[in-house]
């Protein structure tokens, strides 16, 4: 009878003919940080929702979910002393669920207006926050992936541009320069020598932008150079574990070796994927193994990891510091890459109930790209394209390119949507991420985004977010 009650409550309350309860939900993934919800009443009319707080408040989130999912765009807006409205939102889809970090302002009402829709539209459950009155106080890590082969980072070394980017980031994961032989020794792919510049060179960096406690970690990829090349596609993750059956204890020595000589403060493993159970027991040998050694000489150990799969041990997850979610390159049924819902909370759902992991554990992957919507193999990246054009010509609230030309992979011209996540909806995801009790974000990658020097960086659409939900006292690295 209770548990009854209790769904009861979570439905419809009757407050007019057509008012809407606002409830909380507390299911993993949710956005659990935020307690005093201020909606007062909701009054539907049509497609717009009005919405009555209970008092005059700064607010800057709003959640909704949506089951149909049937919007395509929609809008809200507050209303000022006057009772005039003004735009502080706006986007393309609710997409079931949606944690929306809204421009804050100071108002007793909001409006939701949609703008477009496929069908009929029922918002399920709305709630409206002011974030600065339930500040986070658990450690948020920014992790961003930087590819610094083919001397990118010597070639940078005075553009500011690349690292005041650095300024956001807890954990710097280099990628593309370090990987493994079959004896299980460590190859640097474009020398030692190279390798050791560039990290000189980030140490110059954490000098420069003043951010002395980001951790430098290399992505180790544990298959390109193990097997041999003539190991057929569907053979080559039985040979990964093999190998590190046979190779075990000296893969494990030779990567803490090398985190040492190089001054490293981590190891990020990188295997894509393992598929079986012997596979998975084979990979979390050696996480334990090797993040023991790690642990020992004051190192972490981190893995990628996709979110549809992985049956580590309790003893891996545990030697982990933490897994970057790969939340990307991942298709909704619209054809929409790395859309709100399906890489954010329905991933994270899916990942912590197979898993097993924290949300604690997690960084949620965030792409600075976009893929075409007919899935064409092209990467739309938000630097590149953005970076030609003037502020002015940025709209922070979409998503979405259309006819967008380019060139498939025989060099034919065609035409196809693009969609990407920009400055409003790495703002929301970054958001979600606090609020849900994620450890933290994980980037894709350093050298997509435009200058930070300009507004609609989506370094500082992270940064943004983190400001509104950290209190200032509060580092964002994770000790």
Not at 402 to 416: A, P
Request: with cysteine; proline share 2%; net charge neutral.
């Amino acid at each position: 009878m209770k548990k009854l009650l209790s769904i009861l409550l979570c439905l419809v309350l009757v407050v007019t003919s057509c008012a809407l309860l606002v409830g909380c939900s507390s299911d993993k993934g949710a956005a659990t940080l935020y307690a005093n919800n201020l909606v007062n009443e909701i009054t539907n009319e049509g497609d717009d929702y009005i919405i009555t707080l209970n008092g005059e408040h700064s607010v800057d989130t709003l959640i909704l979910e949506e089951k149909t999912d049937n919007v395509n765009s929609f809008g809200v807006y507050g209303y000022d002393k006057d009772d005039k409205p003004c735009l502080i939102y706006r986007q393309n889809r609710i997409d079931k669920y949606r944690v929306c970090a809204l421009d804050a302002m100071v108002t007793s009402k909001l409006k939701i207006e949609i703008f477009d829709k496929k069908g009929k539209v029922k918002i399920d459950n709305i709630e409206v926050y002011d974030s600065s009155a339930s500040k986070r106080e658990a450690p948020f890590r920014v992790t961003e992936y930087l590819m610094s082969t083919d001397q990118k980072l010597q070639n940078n070394r005075n553009n500011s541009e690349l690292y005041e980017h650095l300024k956001v980031v807890t954990d710097l994961v280099l990628i593309g320069e370090i990987s493994m032989d079959a004896q299980g020794n460590v190859i640097c792919n474009e020398g030692a020598e190279d390798f050791a510049s560039d990290m000189a060179i980030l140490n110059e960096f954490k000098t420069k932008i003043k951010n002395p406690n980001m951790k430098i970690i290399a992505s180790v990829d544990i298959q390109s150079n193990t097997i041999p090349a003539d190991v057929k596609d569907k053979y080559k993750n039985k040979e990964v574990y093999k190998w590190i059956k046979k190779n075990l204890a000296t893969i494990s020595s030779n990567l803490t070796a090398f985190a040492n000589q190089y001054g490293l403060d981590g190891i990020d493993l990188d295997w894509q994927y393992p598929e079986n159970g012997t596979q998975w027991n084979w990979y979390s040998k050696l996480i334990v193994e090797l993040g023991n050694k790690l642990k020992a000489d004051n190192k972490i150990l981190t893995a990628t990891l996709r979110p549809n799969a992985c049956s580590l041990s309790k003893k891996a997850r545990t030697a982990l510091e933490y897994v970057n979610l790969m939340t990307y390159d991942m298709f909704d049924e619209r054809g929409e890459h790395s859309s709100n819902y399906e890489t954010c909370r329905h991933s994270v759902e899916e990942f912590m109930k197979k898993s097993k992991f924290t949300a604690d554990k997690i960084t949620l992957g965030i792409p600075f790209y976009g893929r075409t919507t007919n899935q064409s193999i092209i990467i739309f990246e938000y630097g590149e394209y953005f970076g030609k054009k003037a502020d002015t010509e940025i709209d922070k609230w979409v998503n979405k390119i259309y006819n967008y030309k380019y060139l498939d992979k025989d060099g034919i011209e065609k035409y196809s949507e693009v969609y990407y996540n920009g400055y409003a909806m790495i703002r929301d995801k970054v958001t979600y991420a606090l609020a849900s009790g994620l450890g933290g974000v994980s980037i894709f990658r350093l050298s997509y985004d435009i200058s930070s020097k300009r507004e609609y960086s989506l370094h500082n659409a992270v940064a943004e977010a983190i400001e509104r939900a950290m209190p200032k006292a509060t580092s964002t690295s994770a000790k």
